[in-house]
């Protein structure tokens, strides 16, 4: 390997915002993320449903054309 073209690698730490933290190693020190391996539904189990219905009819009377 070359000397002196490698990134330092130091201790980091990766926060959620669930409130987890992980340490790993990086090139930065603290890291962000939306979700992890703790809240996320698939590792947990617990399944999010999401509001969808009604979102055409909302689109229509907001951008739709306007009825005289």
């Known amino acids: 390997m070359?000397?002196?073209i490698?990134?330092?690698m130091k201790s980091a730490a990766v926060?959620?915002?669930?409130?987890?933290q992980l340490?790993?190693?990086s090139t930065v020190a603290e890291m962000r993320v939306d979700i992890c391996s703790k809240c996320h539904p698939f590792f947990t189990g617990e399944e999010r449903l999401l509001d969808t219905e009604g979102r055409v009819e909302r689109f229509q009377?907001?951008?739709g054309k306007k009825e005289a």
């Open 2 to 4: 070359k000397k002196d």
């Open 6 to 8: 490698h990134p330092e």
């Open 61 to 63: 009377r907001k951008y």
């Open 23 to 25: 340490d790993t190693i």
């Open 15 to 20: 926060k959620c915002g669930c409130g987890a």
